[in-house]
């Protein structure tokens, strides 16, 4: 299949220290086939192998830095043996809609602008869209050659690397308008999603647990 739905758990980050993260993978899961109608494959890059609903592949993660998020550099390890497009979601999104338009994109590499005020035109990393292939050489080579440079660049945060080593990206927010949306800027306070919602993204807090607004009832389950 063309198309690689991505998502990561690994021990030692807050997920797995929660116990929640297999619960949060099987969920995104399930929200992903709900309202993906494109063939696909849905795989879990992670170091704990148990519980996760029949259909998810899983394939082992062994990162050159497990320091914050470094570990999802290693989508674009060509070792994956993965071939077409990835769409890479973190486990903390909610699927609200259909995600058919935005995982027919076939561009080098697409994310969310950050929320930011002021700041509106840096690259975040939560839903990440590439041809396998790209960001071999800028992004995945001197991760691998020199992970504590990357650390002390970065801080452990992977979107601070994009930000430095991708100079061309392409917007969810242009591309989609309103598609992807942030559940502290958009969404929190109001009855309803905004119209034409398919992905709301939590990052911070509140996480999805948190959340009893109704529409979470419907999609996160």
Known sequence: MDLNVICFLWYGDRWSDKDRGVEYVNKLYRGVQR????????????????????????????????????????????????????????????ITGSLDEMCSYKGDFAARSTVIPGKEYMLDGDVVGFRVGYGVDAIWKPFVDDPQEVERLTGGRERYWYRQQIEIADR??????????????????????PVNTRIVSCHGVPRPHQINDNWIKTHWK
């Open 35 to 94: 309202n993906l109608s494109l063939p696909h494959r849905f795989i879990c890059l992670t170091n704990k192998a148990r519980g996760f609903d029949k259909g998810i592949e899983i394939m082992p993660l062994d990162s050159p830095s497990w320091r914050g998020c470094l570990p999802k550099l290693c989508m674009f390890n060509p070792a994956l043996g993965l071939t077409g497009q990835v769409f890479s979601l973190d486990i903390d999104v909610v």
């Open 172 to 193: 969810w927010q242009e591309m989609y308008p309103g598609q992807l949306v942030s559940y502290k800027r958009h969404v929190i306070g109001k009855r309803l999603l």
